[in-house]
């Protein structure tokens, strides 16, 4: 099974903290743990599990986390543990010295180190996310990731926005994906943290030209989907953006059969198709939908609609509000 869930709501108050204290040592790296909520632990977790790469989003109270040096003699997976704070602040101390971190942070950890993490999470949704997997699947010598242990990256912007974002993607997404794409999510979830890793310690040279152009990829594919509403966005934008030529972009894209004109298109038109079939959003004119993501003629959009999805953008949300009546209807009755 890809995505695996569980809530400490399932036993009564008093057991919940065991309940979690026994499944997040099998989910991650055994450590050792306290929280200030101990008496009503209300957490879950969601992991999907990509081959070697375990993938958790977790909201939780107050939580400390110390991995001991017993611990380590007793069980040692070799792993590198990442954390991401989505709406968590907190402490990690290693070697002596400790580390604040806060919303937006990654972090890397080693499970062979003694380590101590206290973290606050904020109110609402998932806290923080991690990634767990064997040291030697990650495409950087240990010496090297080595100076980074518990040193705070920023994924507010540039790669390390990139790789939150896809992590958090991934989450949403979890229920679509098949065991057939366990090799491609692992490798690029591993690639993509191997270039954040490496833009830090600047020694993106040591990466193979497979992980570079993967990392690559996912930074084009992010700031795509965040310009999409903006007409000005063109093939030449997007290879600047990226100190790359246009030439390099059109061979990136030319292995998934397409062009990048072609691409933000296709984006662009899938964004309007969502939005038409959204019974919320049936007040608004089709116009306002196209200008919303980067079309400006409302003829030209109706005919690359009409050319994608044989249908017109009208014809389509009315069959979609019809089938959405349709469905209340035989709920109802």
């Known amino acids: 099974m890809l995505v695996t869930e569980f809530s400490t709501d399932v036993v009564e108050a008093p057991d919940r903290f065991a309940l979690w204290e026994e499944s997040t040592s099998r989910s991650h790296m055994r450590n050792r743990l306290r929280s200030n909520d101990q008496n009503d632990f209300r957490a879950k977790l969601r992991s999907v599990g990509l081959g070697e790469v375990a993938v958790s989003a977790l909201a939780c109270p107050h939580l400390e986390i110390v991995r001991t040096a017993k611990l380590i003699r007793q069980s040692d997976p070799e792993a590198y543990l990442i954390t991401c704070f989505l709406r968590a602040e907190g402490v990690i101390s290693l070697g002596g010295g400790d580390t604040a971190l806060r919303d937006g942070d990654l972090v890397v950890l080693d499970s062979s180190r003694p380590f101590r993490g206290?973290?606050?999470?904020?109110?609402?949704?998932?806290?923080?996310?991690?990634?767990?997997?064997?040291?030697?699947?990650?495409?950087?010598?240990?010496?090297?990731?080595?100076?980074?242990?518990?040193?705070?990256?920023?994924?507010?912007?540039?790669?390390?926005?990139?790789?939150?974002?896809?992590?958090?993607?991934?989450?949403?997404?979890?229920?679509?994906?098949?065991?057939?794409?366990?090799?491609?999510?692992?490798?690029?979830?591993?690639d993509l943290l191997a270039s954040v890793i490496a833009r830090c310690l600047r020694v993106e040279e040591t990466l193979c030209p497979e992980a570079r152009r993967s990392a690559l990829r996912a930074e084009i594919d992010a700031f795509v989907e965040q310009h999409l509403a903006d007409p000005a966005m063109t093939p030449r934008t997007i290879a600047d953006a990226h100190?790359?030529?246009?030439?390099?972009?059109?061979?990136?894209?030319?292995?998934?059969?397409?062009?990048?004109?072609?691409?933000?298109?296709?984006?662009?038109?899938?964004?309007?198709?969502?939005?038409?079939?959204?019974?919320?959003?049936?007040?608004?004119?089709?116009?306002?939908?196209?200008?919303?993501?980067?079309?400006?003629?409302?003829?030209?959009?109706?005919?690359?609609?009409?050319?994608?999805?044989?249908?017109?953008?009208?014809?389509?949300?009315?069959?979609?509000?019809?089938?959405?009546?349709?469905?209340?209807?035989?709920?109802?009755?």
């Open 118 to 190: 206290d973290v606050h999470p904020g109110p609402g949704g998932w806290s923080h996310v991690t990634v767990q997997f064997p040291r030697g699947l990650l495409p950087l010598p240990e010496k090297t990731v080595l100076p980074l242990l518990a040193v705070p990256i920023s994924g507010r912007q540039g790669i390390g926005g990139v790789f939150i974002r896809w992590l958090s993607d991934l989450h949403a997404r979890a229920y679509e994906f098949t065991p057939a794409d366990i090799p491609t999510l692992a490798a690029v979830t591993l």
């Open 243 to 333: 100190h790359i030529s246009l030439r390099h972009l059109q061979q990136l894209l030319a292995e998934d059969d397409t062009s990048p004109a072609a691409w933000i298109r296709h984006r662009r038109l899938e964004r309007c198709r969502f939005d038409l079939a959204n019974p919320l959003l049936n007040a608004r004119p089709i116009q306002a939908i196209a200008a919303r993501w980067g079309f400006t003629d409302p003829a030209h959009f109706s005919r690359l609609f009409r050319a994608a999805y044989g249908i017109s953008p009208r014809d389509f949300r009315n069959l979609r509000a019809e089938a959405c009546a349709n469905r209340q209807q035989r709920c109802a009755n």
